[in-house]
């Protein structure tokens, strides 16, 4: 069953270790925690018509937090992130000014 991209790329992860990473054609997207490497790989060629070599995933478990006035406990969102490296001479511009 092919996905649509949209539903599949959540958004990229934009920190200093990922911005590094960029240099190396290594690019980060939260994805839908139902996404198979697959999915994200055709993903992200299919939306910025790049050639994807590697898509490595991991699921992020979402930390414990506290509310300060109730002192309750909850947690936020467990996350899934996709670390695409890409065919060397493609690059995705995230950033167009």
Partial sequence: MTRDATTVLIRPVISEKTYALMDRNVYVFV????????????????AF????????????????????????IGHRPNTKRA??????GDKIDLFES
Avoid: C, F, S, Y
């Fill in 83 to 88: 670390i695409v490296t890409l065919h060397p």
């Fill in 49 to 72: 018509g790049v050639k994807v070599d590697k898509v490595n995933t991991l699921n992020r478990k979402g930390k414990a937090t506290r509310n300060r006035r109730t002192n309750t």
């Fill in 31 to 46: 994805v839908d925690p139902k996404a198979t490497k697959i999915d994200v790989r055709q993903a992200v060629e299919r």
